[in-house]
């Protein structure tokens, strides 16, 4: 298999590789491979969005739950004063 270099990359860019294979548990040769063939339209299935969702998933208790059910209740209700 062929290697290919890069030169010039900023270290912001660096930062977003590296933090994304950290939270991702994959190589950075991994996640520069699959950003390039999805910026090409390769690859047999579409990108698992999940991950850079991973910080906000699961992170409220279900009395933090229960609470903003409870905040946002009058939302499923139809006001019919509103329509007339």
Known sequence: MKSISIH???SKLEQ???ERAKKEGRS???IVKDLIA???GLGDKPPDNRAMF???SGVWTEAQE???LDS???LETTDEEDWT
Do not use: P, Y
């Open 8 to 10: 010039g990359i900023d």
């Open 16 to 18: 977003v590789i590296k």
């Open 28 to 30: 950075v040769n991994k």
């Open 38 to 40: 999805q910026g090409l």
């Open 54 to 56: 991973v910080d906000l």
């Open 66 to 68: 229960r609470e903003f």
């Open 72 to 74: 946002i209740a009058d």
